[in-house]
């Protein structure tokens, strides 16, 4: 089993819809949580961090649940601008683990 | 402003001649690290520092080689590259902070990237 699992989609999704997304993990030393958003052949880039009580950020919406061992993210309204690949991040207890999922491959169509 | 700075962005090169990626970060970030992106794969950790002189491997450090000798660079050197080496790396830096709590909460700041082709 992956330590990070992130279905690869593609998901694809009209303008303004709301689309949400998981990633499960296996480790449950795992600390800290974030969801980057790659565009095609770039960098990937920090789209937020996921805390425990889960946290928004405009349309953006993280949430953590511990006891299943998953984040997931939530877009609402989504843009065509929101067409991209959403990579989980996941760290443990200590400097050196950092395990990404995959990705989820995000479609928005006109 | 704060970046990591890889290059080149594209090398293309042919097997077994030696090649160093370069990249310098300016935020005093004591750990950097390096990945290669291959399709259906995700990003894979090679090499990693938390600080100077200190390097560990990650999880696919075969064929690669990184020093770091100051705080800022983190060359990757292959040393005799070969096809299976042809993939998209990053490199990445982080705050460490003192304390579990700062690392967990530093998100990994990447460099644009450069994408190998080793023929």
């Known amino acids: 089993r992956k330590e990070v699992e992130q279905d690869p989609g593609p998901f694809n999704v009209p303008e303004g819809a709301t689309v949400a997304f998981n990633c499960t993990y296996s480790?449950?030393?795992?600390?800290?949580f974030f969801w980057y958003r790659q565009d095609c052949r770039k960098e990937p880039k920090l789209l937020m961090s996921v805390y425990s009580s889960g946290n928004e950020d405009g349309r953006f919406t993280a949430q953590l649940n511990r006891a299943s061992q998953y984040i997931s993210l939530l877009i609402r309204d989504s843009k065509l601008s929101d067409s991209a690949t959403y990579l989980c991040?996941?760290?443990?207890?200590?400097?050196?683990?950092?395990?990404f999922g995959t990705g989820t491959k995000l479609q928005v169509i006109p | 402003e704060a970046q990591v700075t890889q290059n080149p962005r594209y090398l293309i090169t042919v097997t077994g001649k030696k090649l160093t990626v370069t990249c310098s970060q300016n935020?005093?970030?004591?750990?950097m690290s390096w990945y290669r992106q291959d399709p259906g794969l995700g990003l894979r950790q090679i090499y990693y520092?938390?600080?100077?002189?200190?390097?560990d491997k990650g999880d696919v450090p075969e064929g690669y080689k990184v020093s770091r000798k100051e705080k800022r660079n983190f060359p990757l050197i292959l040393e005799s590259p070969s096809p299976n080496q042809t993939s998209l790396y990053f490199c990445?830096?982080?705050?460490?902070?003192?304390?579990?709590?700062?690392?967990?909460?530093?998100?990994?700041?990447f460099g644009n990237g450069t994408r190998l082709t080793v023929t």
């Open positions: 480790n449950s030393a795992s600390q800290s």
């Open positions: 990445a830096s982080s705050s460490t902070g003192t304390g579990n709590s700062r690392w967990d909460n530093s998100p990994l700041h």
């Open positions: 991040v996941v760290k443990a207890g200590g400097y050196q683990k950092v395990t």
């Open positions: 935020m005093n970030h004591e750990y």
């Open positions: 520092s938390m600080n100077v002189e200190v390097t």
